[in-house]
């Protein structure tokens, strides 16, 4: 085997594998759902996430007008404000879904692990006879 056939080999291999995670992940989103549009599920995380939100707005803006002895700049706290903000909705947001991305992480697994199976087997026929 060349080198050229052993990158192509290796190419396809793992195209394989990254069609068979996001087919697994895609099934796995549909089950989880109902069919219903991922929109809906992300939609409602970011409802629930209004309190981190705040959290992290308070704690930015805490943290910015406590860290200077002088008189602190309205446009440093409402920087650190926005910045704490964006934290909170992100890990917000990551935990609402954290049902569905567990979902669609271990049917991903399962679909590579099938695939990877599937290759194994092709490379090493087993002979009975």
Do not use: F
Request: hydrophobic share 45%; net charge positive.
């Amino acid at each position: 085997m060349t080198t050229l056939e052993w990158m192509e080999s290796n190419i396809d291999y793992g195209c394989s594998l990254i069609r068979s995670a996001l087919e697994g992940a895609r099934s796995a989103q549909h089950k989880a759902l109902a069919c219903a549009p991922i929109t809906s599920a992300l939609i409602d995380s970011v409802r629930d996430s209004w309190m981190p939100v705040v959290i992290g707005a308070y704690v930015g803006a805490l943290g910015a007008s406590l860290g200077h002895r002088r008189k602190p700049r309205y446009g440093a706290v409402l920087g650190a404000s926005l910045l704490g903000a964006a934290i909170g909705l992100s890990t917000g947001m990551a935990w609402g879904s954290r049902r569905l991305a567990g979902d669609m992480a271990r049917g991903a697994k399962k679909n590579i692990d099938t695939a990877r199976d599937a290759h194994w087997l092709e490379k090493n026929p087993i002979d009975y006879a």
